[in-house]
């Protein structure tokens, strides 16, 4: 069975632009969630989609955003990047709340 | 405090010996707990999840929870060089919602 997909892999961007992140979760799975990664540090939580409803959502600004279609797949949109942005930015799914998440290989964003 | 605690480390240990990773969490009412395995440039691999106190063992690993000292740790037996990685701690919150990570533990298998 195929795992978390996410695309794309790498991306470079520069300030002020827009990103569109996307992700299929495993075939099942009906919950997302999206995290940021930067080097040195543990996955910060950004949200969590279950059934197509936003569960959870970080401590992250309205730049942020995303979405979960009716087939379970995510997509996470960023506006006005900024330098700080560049990060490794994962997605992750799992069956339901509180179980297991399982992640993606990452999107890899470099903002200049 | 932060919410999940764990020494970044390098923790190293040789080949063959008990690799012992260590995690706290300041949430009393946290449900459910999962360690990850992450090496360089990739991202995290599930090892275990244990939700109840007491120990949990799946081959060479062992997870252990005491909810009452908000503790949580991960033995690896027979530690190889490819053990080396960070170790992510990873407790969830709200009845379901939201994983809180920790910083990671940077482990370092020395043949």
């Known amino acids: 069975d195929a795992g978390v997909t996410q695309s794309p892999t790498h991306l470079i961007k520069t300030r002020g632009q827009h990103v569109t992140l996307r992700c299929s979760p495993i075939?099942?799975?009906?919950?997302v969630s999206w995290y940021q990664q930067v080097l040195g540090q543990g996955p910060q939580f950004i949200f969590q989609?279950?059934?197509?409803?936003?569960?959870g959502r970080g401590n992250f600004p309205d730049r942020f955003s995303a979405r979960q279609f009716p087939n379970y797949s995510s997509e996470l949109n960023v506006n006005a990047l900024l330098l700080g942005d560049s990060a490794l930015y994962l997605c992750?799914?799992?069956?339901?709340?509180?179980?297991?998440?399982?992640f993606g290989d990452g999107t890899r964003l470099s903002i200049l | 405090q932060k919410e999940v605690e764990q020494n970044s480390g390098p923790l190293s240990v040789p080949e063959g010996a008990i690799a012992s990773l260590n995690c706290t969490y300041s949430?009393?009412?946290?449900?459910?707990f999962f360690w990850y395995r992450q090496y360089s440039g990739k991202s995290p691999e599930l090892i275990m999840s244990?939700?109840?106190?007491g120990d949990k063992e799946d081959g060479r690993f062992t997870a252990q929870l005491n909810k009452a000292s908000q503790y949580v740790s991960l033995l690896i037996r027979d530690s190889q060089p490819s053990d080396s990685a960070t170790y992510l701690c990873?407790?969830?919150?709200?009845?379901?919602?939201?994983?809180?990570f920790g910083p990671g533990t940077r482990l370092s298998v020395l043949p």
């Open positions: 992750a799914s799992s069956t339901d709340l509180g179980q297991p998440q399982h």
């Open positions: 949430d009393r009412v946290s449900q459910s």
């Open positions: 990873a407790v969830n919150k709200d009845y379901g919602q939201n994983f809180v």
């Open positions: 075939s099942g799975h009906k919950s």
């Open positions: 989609y279950y059934e197509k409803e936003e569960r």
């Open positions: 244990i939700y109840s106190n």
